[in-house]
């Protein structure tokens, strides 16, 4: 196939990528996509080899394999993957997965930053230290009339070259969705020889912790499936859902997307969700955003927030030590019902067994109800 031809096949109706001169139609593993549909529809139609490379284990390149259907004939192809030209069909009929937010104009989304396939250059323009390990980013947006354009619920790619190979992260920024101008991030740095099961620590969160001021990152999204439409209704892949109550549960960094929710629905003084918050971190220390979270809960009838630690190092703990479990969550969320949904992000061992099991048995259906970020 020539690369004419791919570009062609940029929608949830045909979704076909290159990855080392083989071209792959991905159309049918979209909905078993672990990453979400969103990740392959923004490759949709290009050579992503790269960011592929990038992101995914050898695992994940042998399973590719089932989806190859041909090789790219390179007579006219001499763009690469940043520059491919976005085909504008991704915007009519086949959009069904929301991957751009585009809504009518309103006041709001007056001039967006975020363009779907596209790497968008932002400047850092300040940063702090929260904790030992945890640090405040704030990015510039390419001009400061524009808001970033992400939909509550989504998350963003960045994008570095480090130690010469593309490295990409997800990320939720932690400031709200109308901020004109700029957009924050809280990231914990992952220290090389800190955990002995990680020696070299995080790439991306160490390459940013030394990142001077005025650096310049690429940033891709929006991502993922799960976006809040504002009074209990969510769109999830498409589907629309509703609830008066939200239970969600966080792990660590897992708290970005649950906050970005809960801002949301506590800047809507008509939006009457409430939200139940139980938050696990191995210790005091590590929870992030805690004024702010401890702050909304004293404001905010709507507002309710748990928190376990696995380990208290400090005198006069008043919450939970150890993991959650059934108890923890039988007294600090409501019991699964029509009107009830889960949120959850966290490590992949805390949902798979701190969260579904036991959310099972306080009569969630974790296939309908669980929305995991």
């Known amino acids: 196939y020539s690369m004419s031809e791919v570009k062609k096949h940029n929608s949830a109706q045909s979704a076909w990528i290159i990855v080392h001169g083989h071209i792959y139609d991905c159309t049918r593993f979209l909905n078993d996509h672990p990453g979400g549909v969103d990740s392959i529809l923004i490759n949709a139609g290009t050579d992503c080899t790269e960011e592929f490379d990038a992101i995914h284990s050898d695992k994940a390149k042998k399973m590719l394999e089932d989806y190859r259907i041909g090789e790219l004939v390179t007579t006219d192809y001499t763009s690469d993957s940043s520059v491919s030209s976005p085909n504008n069909s991704v915007h ?20 967006i930053a975020l363009v779907p396939r596209e790497k968008i250059p932002c400047k850092l323009i300040a940063k702090s230290s929260i904790s030992h390990d945890v640090r405040l980013f704030r990015f510039a947006l390419p001009s400061e009339d524009q808001v970033l354009g992400l939909p509550v619920g989504k998350h963003i790619f960045l994008c570095a070259t480090i130690d010469d190979k593309l490295c990409m992260r997800a990320y939720t920024p932690t400031s709200s969705i109308d901020e004109v101008g700029y957009f924050d991030l809280v990231v914990k740095i992952y220290f090389k020889n800190v955990h002995p099961k990680f020696p070299n620590g995080g790439a991306m969160s160490q390459y940013l912790d030394s990142l001077p001021l005025g650096s310049v990152l690429d940033i891709k999204g929006p991502l993922g499936h799960i976006e809040y439409t504002g009074r209990g209704n969510f769109s999830v892949g498409g589907k629309a859902k509703f609830a008066k109550k939200l239970a969600m549960l966080a792990g660590g960094t897992g708290i970005t997307p649950i906050y970005q929710v809960a801002q949301a629905v506590l800047k809507d003084p008509e939006d009457e969700t409430e939200m139940f918050v139980v938050y696990a971190n191995r210790t005091e220390d590590d929870i992030l955003l805690r004024e702010e979270l401890d702050d909304w809960a004293r404001k905010y009838e709507r507002f309710k927030i748990w928190y376990v630690v696995q380990e208290p190092i400090k005198e006069g703990w008043q919450y939970s030590v150890g993991f959650i479990t059934e108890s923890i969550l039988r007294e600090h969320i409501p019991e699964g019902s029509d009107d009830t949904l889960a949120l959850a992000c966290g490590p992949p061992p805390m949902i798979q067994f701190a969260v579904q099991p036991n959310l099972e048995k306080m009569k969630y259906d974790v296939k309908d109800s669980l929305l995991a970020f």
């Open 92 to 111: 009519g009929a086949s959009n069904t997965f929301h991957l751009a937010p585009i809504k009518e104009a309103t006041p709001l989304s007056k001039n």
